[in-house]
């Protein structure tokens, strides 16, 4: 394979292991980040001026739904993803069991963005947007689940689950959480959970989990069980659960997000682990989605560092999804990054429940590399 060799100049690299910013130069030699000087015999290297701008690992988004064609909900992979940074992406589980493997071959192989999957629960998946997947376990086909995750154990990450009121009733809620927890353990991987609307309490589910387990759309705004007490605070239960080790994802999706619900939890201190867009059809690249920067950005608005905000969407993925070498950017690991600027200007945003907030700055990608290739580069960028 022919690689282009590079050498960025002038920039500010996040360091994921210490959480700070090097001003230094960096070199991708063979798609693998390499010491700088570029060694004499490196040939065929483009000089980049970083100057004013941040480097990170490329982003993982967590949880996105990439199954264009084969769900309602799915979007382009690769067009929606470079353009944002973002090199890994986990589809939150757009696939049960019936219809992964066609998912695989025709979506997940041919994509050049990476793509790693949770596998729902429901054989049936999330096809469309007319009625939910069936969740009574007794429908569950966990044989074949056993079957793809030890096939697919390179792909498969997760086993995904929905809770809400539209979906399941609260007793059946219990049965089908403990169900999907039940066959996670067997396989030994984690179980994901979707909690918008949920049909029991949020701490009550959270007790449920074990460590290294994920509730997702951890601020949403629908129905009466939130992450909030009727005073506004966070749920002892949820601080509880943190304690043990359960992850919470602030994924973003269309309806999935309240900005009150999620300025009061920061403002408590409880900060999302995992920051993801949940990227679909109803709201690529517009409000109150739009893009992953965008809503990373928003939470620094929130109050979150930048540095703290940015490992939600590198580091931390990386190792969820066993592959710590993507959310770094040491000498040797794959050479996944982006190049951003940091723009001041207001930025508006909004929810589905009627709430608007005005920030101040947004990350705006520069120039994103995959494995070494410039797959994206601003217009207006070198």
Request: proline residues 4%; glycine residues 8%; aromatic residues 8%.
């Amino acid at each position: 394979m022919y690689f282009m060799n590079f050498l960025i100049k002038n920039g500010t690299f996040l360091d994921t292991e210490t959480g700070t910013w090097i001003h230094s130069n960096l070199a991708i030699i063979g798609g693998k980040i390499a010491e700088t000087p570029l060694p004499h015999k490196s040939k065929n290297y483009r000089i980049i001026d970083a100057k004013d701008c941040l480097i990170t690992p490329g982003l993982i988004d967590y949880h996105t739904h990439y199954y264009e064609g084969g769900s309602e909900n799915g979007v382009n992979p690769d067009a929606t993803s470079f353009c944002t940074g973002i090199t890994t992406a986990v589809d939150a589980g757009t696939t049960g069991a019936g219809g992964y493997e066609l998912y695989y071959k025709t979506i997940i192989s041919m994509s050049d963005v990476r793509i790693l999957n949770c596998l729902l629960v429901a054989s049936g998946g999330q096809s469309n947007n007319r009625y939910p997947e069936n969740l009574d376990p007794k429908y569950f086909d966990e044989e074949k689940i056993m079957s793809l995750f030890k096939r697919y154990g390179h792909n498969l990450v997760g086993l995904k689950t929905r809770l809400s009121k539209n979906i399941l009733s609260a007793g059946m809620a219990r049965i089908s959480l403990k169900k999907t927890i039940e066959i996670a353990d067997r396989i030994g991987t984690r179980v994901v959970v979707h909690v918008t609307d949920s049909p029991i309490p949020l701490d009550e589910l959270a007790s449920y989990l074990r460590p290294g387990d994920v509730i997702c759309h951890i601020f949403h705004g629908k129905g009466k069980h939130t992450c909030l007490d009727k005073d506004g605070h966070v749920l002892k239960g949820l601080w509880e659960a943190r304690r043990r080790g359960v992850l919470f994802d602030a994924c973003n999706g269309r309806s999935n997000f309240d900005l009150v619900v999620a300025q009061n939890a920061v403002q408590e201190g409880f900060v999302p682990d995992i920051i993801s867009s949940d990227n679909n059809a109803s709201s690529w690249f517009l409000q109150p989605l739009h893009s992953l920067p965008r809503i990373l950005s928003k939470y620094v608005d929130f109050g979150m560092s930048l540095e703290s905000v940015l490992l939600t969407a590198t580091k931390k993925p990386a190792h969820l999804i066993g592959h710590p070498e993507l959310g770094t950017l040491k000498v040797g690991t794959p050479a996944d990054l982006v190049i951003f600027k940091d723009k001041r200007k207001q930025v508006p945003y909004e929810d589905c429940n009627g709430h608007t907030f005005i920030g101040h700055h947004v990350l705006v990608p520069q120039m994103t590399f995959k494995d070494g290739r410039c797959v994206y580069c601003q217009a207006d960028f070198q």
